[in-house]
């Protein structure tokens, strides 16, 4: 059993992320202690911490992290299900990628546009995110 800031620090969070964790039910709720009522996590939540931080990393959202968390759970879950569910999410990061890449050309064009000589009031950068979608 480890207290809950030999916890965060081994698994390189703050104490706030494991409440927060806690309170997502990612993690469970630890007993505690009887001489200080501090919260005694047991040995297996260091790497489960570890393993939604680097889920996060990979795009996972909390509700996506707790699905996964469900099915390592599950006798009845097959490495299909998890395949699947990564699929989407990288179908999602596709689809973000395809959505920054027009954000920047629009901006490249913006940009090319603007000398940066005239007043703010004449910026053609401003101007366009005045403009309605009709003008557009």
């Known amino acids: 059993m480890y207290p809950r800031v030999n916890v965060a620090q081994r698994a390189s969070v703050g104490i706030e992320t494991l409440r927060y964790y806690e309170k997502q039910g990612l993690i469970p709720r630890p007993p505690r202690g ?15 911490v570890r393993f939604v931080k ?3 990393e990979l795009g996972f959202s909390l509700k996506e ?7 390592r759970a599950s006798p009845k879950a097959r490495c299909a ?3 699947e ?4 999410k990288i179908s999602e990061i596709d689809e973000k ?3 920054l890449r027009a954000m ?5 064009s913006l940009v090319a546009e603007c000398r940066g000589k005239e007043p703010v009031r004449a910026c053609p950068i401003l101007d366009s ?5 009709e003008e557009l």
């Open 54 to 56: 680097r889920a996060q």
């Open 97 to 99: 990628i395809r959505s």
């Open 104 to 108: 920047r050309k629009a901006l490249l």
């Open 65 to 71: 992290i707790k699905e996964l968390l469900a099915l």
């Open 129 to 133: 995110l005045d403009a309605s979608e």
């Open 81 to 83: 299900d998890v395949r």
């Open 85 to 88: 569910r990564s699929k989407t």
């Open 34 to 48: 009887t001489s200080n009522n501090y919260r005694l996590y047991p040995p297996e939540t260091v790497p489960r």
